[in-house]
């Protein structure tokens, strides 16, 4: 059946009405109902992977981040009762930061008991070490033992793969250690942008890493392509630490053991038991990292213990050494310096500086050879003579009391500062400690300075 134009115009007309309506209804909708995932509608919505979090959002979900390392916190006292409190904090997040975390710090005495507290907040910079410091934290009557620390909230971690301002900062040693400590520098601006507000932190290490000072201060608009002064001082002096050297130590000891050591005396044999007592006492004063071994020699020469890092092992040895008494002028220096060098040259390489101390009351005596009356002496002078010329190991000589032979003993060594003379026994200590400081170099003081640029 064919359709009339006057229907055919009812059902165009109603079709554009219809049409506009929906377009309208439509455009209402739009405006008036549905809203676009967003950041902050507290919905799962768009591309996040949780609520407000995740995907094109600033904002990071609670999963994609690492929580902060907290690697120390401890109290330094400044003055008096005043201390300055600080933590050593690690973000290991590459491309995120923290704007606003709470923190507490808590001061412990010895006995546990807890002498105060103190609450902050820190912006947390991204891929980074940083200090939180709290400064003026009065304690009378008491004297912290530890401190513990921990963040308390954070608000929501953000993305930030911004590129860091190029900072470069040059700084002095400590210097006034004994006064007023103090360190001088200059942070200069390199970037092609501004930096608003700097935090700048001195850490100030002993030899083996230990913290044991900090202090802080700012710097305001470093624009770019200027440098700044910075000082740090502090108003007495602190301790700086155990000392260690700057590298271990492998020491063959070779004491004399031949019977004229009880010249003084025989019970106790003297003087064998002060260079037992003071050898000890060396042995004592080194480092976990460091070994000994021990070498006797008298009709002949014998290791005692071989290169070992246990002292307590070696303090055992020595103290158990007794005389030769069969034969009292029989005294093998060659044989001695052969055992102690192949001890050394045995022994792991590494970069642990090798040592031989020598130590006899008399003259060479054995071995000996046919037709050379002095080969006793010659031998001896030609181990030693490879051994220096081999570098690898420093011969130190001591010659103990009256009887000994000063152009011998000097003729082991390469250097006449290796040779030590005890008139008497009570000399070896401080021989012992002269050694010691010239083994030992000791590792400075490490001073780190720690910036970080805070959000405006």
């Known amino acids: 059946m064919a359709i009339s134009w006057s229907s055919k115009r009812k059902f165009y007309y109603g079709g554009s009405v219809a049409l506009v309506l929906v377009v309208i209804f439509s455009f209402a909708f739009f405006n008036f109902f549905y809203k676009a995932p967003m950041c902050s509608d507290g919905k799962k919505n768009g591309d996040e992977t949780g609520v407000d979090c995740g995907g094109s959002c600033t904002n990071l979900c609670s999963g994609d981040t690492i929580m902060p390392i907290i690697y120390w916190s401890k109290a330094f006292n400044i003055s008096g009762n005043v201390y300055n409190i600080a933590a050593y904090v690690e ?3 590459l491309n995120s930061s923290n704007p606003k975390a709470t923190y507490e710090f ?6 546990n008991i807890l002498l105060g507290s103190r609450k902050g907040e820190t912006f947390i910079p991204q891929n980074k070490k940083f200090i939180v410091f709290e400064p003026g934290f009065v304690i009378t009557n008491k004297k912290p033992k530890y401190v513990e620390f921990d963040f308390t909230s954070f608000s929501p971690w953000q993305k930030n793969t911004a590129k860091e301002a190029d900072l470069n900062v040059k700084y002095s040693p400590l210097s006034g250690t004994s006064t007023a400590p103090r360190i001088d520098g200059t942070i200069s601006n390199a ?7 700097l935090e700048l932190v001195a850490l100030v290490q002993d030899s083996q890493e230990n913290a044991v ?3 802080r201060t700012f710097v305001d608009n470093l624009a770019k392509g200027t440098s700044q002064d910075f000082v740090f001082t502090w108003p007495k002096p602190f301790d700086l630490g155990v000392e260690s050297c700057t590298s271990p130590l492998d020491i063959t000891l070779a004491l004399d053991r031949s019977g004229s050591m009880q010249s ?3 019970n106790p044999p003297e003087p064998f038991s002060t260079v037992k007592s003071t050898a000890g006492d060396f042995v004592k004063a080194l480092s976990d990292n460091d070994k000994v071994s021990v070498v006797s020699f008298g009709n002949t020469a014998r290791e005692e213990i071989s290169l070992s890092s246990d002292l307590q092992s070696v303090l055992n040895t020595i103290s158990n050494l007794f005389l030769s008494t069969t034969t009292l002028e029989q005294t093998d220096i060659t044989d001695s310096l052969v055992l102690a060098s192949q001890e050394l040259t045995v022994s792991d ?8 101390i020598l130590l006899t009351d008399g003259v060479p005596t054995s071995p000996t050879k046919t037709g050379e009356n002095d080969y006793p002496k010659t031998s001896a002078t030609r181990v030693a003579g490879e051994i220096n010329q081999d570098g690898l190991i420093s011969l130190y000589t001591i010659g103990l009391g009256k009887d000994v032979s000063e152009s011998f003993l000097k003729s082991l060594v390469s250097d006449d500062s290796h040779y030590f003379f005890a008139p008497t026994k009570n000399d070896l200590s401080a021989i012992y400690k002269n050694i010691s400081s010239s083994l030992c170099t000791k590792k400075p003081s490490v001073v780190n300075i720690i910036y970080r640029i805070l959000p405006q």
């Open 91 to 93: 973000n290991p997040n």
């Open 106 to 111: 808590k001061i412990f005495d010895d006995k």
């Open 191 to 197: 970037s092609q942008k501004s930096v608003d507000s």
């Open 213 to 215: 000072a900090v202090s």
């Open 264 to 266: 003084e005396g025989a």
């Open 349 to 356: 390489k590494g970069d642990a500086k090798k040592a031989i």
